[in-house]
């Protein structure tokens, strides 16, 4: 059976493995690519024939690398600093920034919605904001993404009203002592908010694109999550140093400007920096993807040190793992991490690192790509059996716990989450060793991957809603 996007992903593994077109020109290919096989689809053609006939429309291969190659570090350097001659390019530039920066404040603007219902000292009303920082981070993001990608109006307004439906059921939700089932909700919101997210940022399924469901999709968004979060660390930084520099000032003329500072200037440019970090992410991501495979190769081994330092002192002092709450609790975070480090490199290995699916005249176009980062994939199997190792012994402890006082909000949730991780964790064991073993493909672990995203939203949506009714909002 003809599978479009496993066929698209061949076709830009192939180009990419020449080395000479970066990410963002293959990305520009790939638009064009797909509007061709629309085009063609939309005159009756079969869906196979179409992908066949727009690739050939685009040239050969070789003759496209050829071109590329042609460009000069001058060149590129050129593209980078200059703006764009093209009066229409630099026109709809300057509208998608302002589009940015408006929805950065308007992201803004919603975190004072609390103050309109007498909630406005933050330090005072912190579970009413932590309830509602989700919403007001990620909303105005995916009103860019509907913007960005022309999204069908009707059906992104009813992925919304998902976003309604949390909001009054987190809100509404009474809470009582010691409120942990409003913690918990206000933790477990982001996943299921970043699921939804994920929507809007692939948009939805047709005949000849899969959208957000496709596992190629879901992948990129993974990366997306990713770059985002570095680009909201490094944004965030440089706030903080102006917030520091503003207080400073002030100070110096005997103003006291942490007021305003604390009200206004830090939600602004907290909450509107998730919009431009989005928005950073396209419009630099052939930077961004080159330092992707860097920070994963750098981070793994580091990794894979902190855990085999945790089985260690486990082994010490056994008992910890039993009786110390604050210990489970980093068991926790850090196999999240874990998690979360083994879906960067997953996605930082998309297409430079994967394994030899294409093939020109019936031999490997990338095979020895395979075996130059085999080192690599090791050490990502040993991090994820290291991380099995870690959740069952967190899982033991929760365990004994449980068998002790009864079940809590707090304990049963741990549970629920690292039996999870633990079932994920073996699945990605068993499909990095038969990778490196050459009895499966990477590509069966990217696929189990990205559909056990799923599992992780379900969970964390039942979190959201279940558990104050199950615990009685305590």
């Known amino acids: 059976m003809f599978e479009l996007e496993s066929q698209i992903r061949k076709w830009k593994t192939h180009l990419y493995s020449a080395g000479s077109i970066g990410h963002a020109d293959i990305e520009e290919l790939e638009s064009h690519l797909r509007d061709s096989i629309d085009d063609l689809s939309a005159r009756g053609i079969d869906i196979e024939e179409a992908f066949l006939l727009a690739v050939r429309r685009l040239g050969d291969i070789a003759v496209i690398h050829e071109e590329f190659a042609k460009l000069s570090t001058e060149d590129v350097w050129r593209q980078l600093l200059v703006p764009a001659d093209n009066p229409l390019t630099a026109r709809k530039n300057r509208k998608e920034l302002a589009i940015v920066i408006g929805l950065a404040l308007f992201a803004g603007l919603l975190s004072k919605i609390p103050a309109l219902f007498g909630y406005g000292d933050i330090e005072a009303s912190m579970e009413i904001y932590a309830r509602n920082a989700t919403f007001f981070a990620f909303v105005p993001v995916s009103l860019y993404f509907i913007w960005k990608r022309s999204?069908?109006?009707?059906?992104?307004?009813?992925?919304?009203?998902?976003?309604?439906?949390?909001a009054a059921v987190i809100n509404l939700y009474p809470t009582h002592e010691p409120h942990h089932t409003m913690m918990l909700a206000a933790l477990h919101l982001p996943i299921v908010i970043l699921f939804l997210l994920m929507y809007?940022?692939?948009?939805?399924?047709?005949?000849?694109?899969?959208?957000?469901?496709?596992?190629n999709t879901r992948?990129?968004?993974?990366?997306?999550?990713?770059?985002?979060?570095?680009?909201?660390?490094?944004?965030?930084?440089?706030?903080?140093?102006?917030?520091?520099?503003?207080?400073g000032t002030f100070e110096l003329i005997e103003v006291d400007a942490f007021p305003f500072i604390g009200s206004w200037m830090a939600p602004m440019g907290f909450f509107?920096?998730?919009?431009?970090?989005?928005?950073?992410?396209?419009?630099?991501?052939?930077l961004i993807e080159s330092i992707a495979p860097v920070l994963a190769k750098i981070f793994t081994p580091l990794f894979l040190l902190v855990l085999l330092s945790l089985i260690a002192a486990f082994i010490i002092t056994p008992n910890q793992a039993y009786e110390n709450r604050d210990m489970l609790i980093w068991f926790d975070v850090i196999l999240?991490?874990?998690?979360?480090?083994?879906?960067?490199?997953?996605?930082?290995?998309?297409?430079?690192?994967?394994?030899?699916?294409?093939?020109?005249?019936?031999?490997?176009?990338?095979?020895?790509?395979?075996?130059?980062?085999?080192?690599?994939?090791?050490?990502?199997?040993?991090?994820?059996?290291?991380?099995?190792i870690v959740d069952a012994i967190a899982l033991s402890g929760i365990i004994v716990r449980l068998s002790a006082s009864g079940f809590t909000p707090n304990k049963t949730a741990a549970l629920g989450e690292n039996i999870i991780l633990l079932v994920n964790l073996v699945l990605l064991t068993i499909g990095y060793s038969r990778y490196i073993l050459r009895k499966g493909t990477f590509q069966r672990i990217v696929?189990?991957?990205?559909?056990?995203l799923t599992v992780f939203a379900v969970w964390a949506a039942f979190v959201v809603v279940a558990f104050p009714l199950i615990f009685g909002f305590k």
């Open 151 to 166: 999204l069908p109006i009707r059906q992104s307004l009813l992925v919304m009203c998902s976003y309604v439906v949390l």
């Open 200 to 215: 809007f940022y692939g948009g939805p399924s047709n005949q000849s694109h899969n959208g957000w469901r496709s596992t």
């Open 219 to 247: 992948l990129n968004f993974v990366r997306f999550v990713g770059e985002s979060f570095i680009y909201c660390i490094l944004i965030g930084l440089g706030g903080i140093v102006l917030i520091l520099l503003t207080g």
């Open 272 to 286: 509107g920096l998730f919009t431009v970090a989005a928005y950073l992410v396209g419009q630099k991501k052939n």
């Open 336 to 388: 999240a991490l874990v998690l979360a480090l083994t879906l960067y490199s997953m996605s930082a290995k998309d297409f430079s690192e994967n394994e030899s699916t294409v093939t020109v005249d019936g031999k490997p176009a990338v095979g020895k790509v395979q075996n130059q980062h085999l080192i690599w994939d090791i050490l990502t199997l040993a991090l994820v059996i290291s991380a099995v």
């Open 447 to 452: 696929v189990m991957q990205m559909r056990f």
